[in-house]
C-alpha cells in the first residue's frame, strides 16, 4: 500500500498519523517578546532529537463513512454527554471557545478547577499568561479556538485516564474536522502525547513541528507549568515563535 493511501485510510477511520517535518534553525526575537516577563532569556539551543517512525497501519482497511456534522448537533452532544465516569463529577462539560473558523487551534488537556466552574478552557492564572503569550505573536483569544482532549474535568485535576480519553477523543476529532485549522498547537504534555500518540516526554517533544493529518503541529508547556517552572518561559517563547514561523510559511506558500 503506497503512503498516501495509507493516509487517507487512517483519515478515513480517525486515525491520527504523523511525521515530523522539520527542527528548527534559532529564530530571531519578535517585537512584543520584551513585554513579557520572564521571557527575556536568551534563546534556548534545541537538541537533535532522532525521528521518530510514525505507527504502522493495518494493511488492510476499509474507509468509514465521515458523517456530516454541525457545531450545535456537536456542542449538544458534549453537553450531555456521559461517555466515561467523568460525568459524574463535573459541574458542566466545557466545550471549547473562540473564533469556529480560526487559523490556530490550540488543544489543552482537560478543564481545571475555575474551567469546571466557568465552562469556558484556559480561564484563571494560567488562561492569563496564555493570553498575554499570545498577545505577543499577534493574536487573540478570539482569533484562535482551544479545546481540551477531555471536555470534563478530572477530579482534584488529576491527569486524564487512557479510558477517558479515548471516550473524549471522538469528539475533539469532530471539531478538528470542522474547524480544518491550518495549525495546531498541543498545550501541555498530555496534549501532545496524546496527539502525537507517544510516551515522550515534552521536553524532546518541543521545539520541532510535525504533521497530523496534513496539518503543522508543534509542541507548547502548558501555562499552568510555566507559572511554576518560571525557567521554561524562554523555551515556551521559542515554541510559540516555532508555530508562528510555520504557520506564516504556510500562508506565503498559498
Ligand atoms: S470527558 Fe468526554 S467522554 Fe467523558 S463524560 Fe465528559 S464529554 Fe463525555
Redesign the pocket.
Known amino acids: 500500500m503506497d503512503n498516501t493511501t495509507r493516509l487517507q485510510y487512517l483519515e478515513a477511520m480517525g486515525i491520527e498519523s504523523w511525521q515530523l517535518r522539520y527542527t528548527p534553525p534559532a529564530i530571531s526575537d519578535l517585537s512584543g517578546f520584551q513585554n513579557l516577563k520572564g521571557l527575556d532569556a536568551p534563546p534556548v539551543e534545541i537538541p537533535e532529537i532522532p525521528v521518530i517512525a510514525p505507527p504502522i497501519p493495518p494493511e488492510v482497511i476499509q474507509p468509514a463513512m465521515i458523517p456530516v456534522d454541525n457545531w450545535d448537533t456537536l456542542q449538544q452532544e ?1 453537553a450531555t ?7 459524574q463529577t ?1 459541574t458542566q ?1 466545557v466545550f471549547g471557545s473562540g473564533n469556529k473558523n480560526p487559523d490556530w487551534l490550540f488543544i489543552g488537556e482537560a478543564p481545571g478547577e475555575q474551567e469546571d466552574l466557568q465552562g469556558q478552557p484556559f480561564v484563571g492564572a494560567a488562561g492569563a499568561l496564555l493570553t498575554e503569550m499570545l498577545r505577543a505573536i499577534g493574536l487573540k483569544r478570539e482569533d484562535i479556538f482551544i479545546a481540551n482532549i ?3 474535568r478530572p477530579p482534584g485535576n488529576r491527569d486524564p485516564h487512557v479510558d ?1 480519553m479515548n ?2 477523543r471522538p ?1 475533539l476529532n469532530r471539531q478538528i474536522a470542522l474547524i480544518q485549522p491550518k495549525i495546531i498547537v498541543a498545550v501541555g504534555r498530555i496534549a501532545a502525547q496524546q496527539l502525537l500518540n507517544t510516551d515522550i516526554a515534552i521536553g524532546k517533544l518541543r521545539g520541532k513541528v510535525y504533521e497530523v493529518n496534513n496539518t503543522p503541529l508543534c509542541v507548547f508547556y502548558h501555562p499552568a507549568y510555566l507559572l511554576r517552572s518560571l525557567s521554561q518561559k524562554a523555551k515556551a517563547w521559542q515554541d510559540l515563535q516555532l508555530a508562528l514561523k510555520t504557520y506564516q510559511e504556510i500562508k506565503e506558500r498559498k
Request: charged share 25%; with cysteine; proline share 0%.
Open positions: 458534549v454527554c456521559r461517555q466515561c465516569g467523568l460525568c463535573r462539560t477531555l471536555k470534563c477517558e471516550a473524549c469528539f
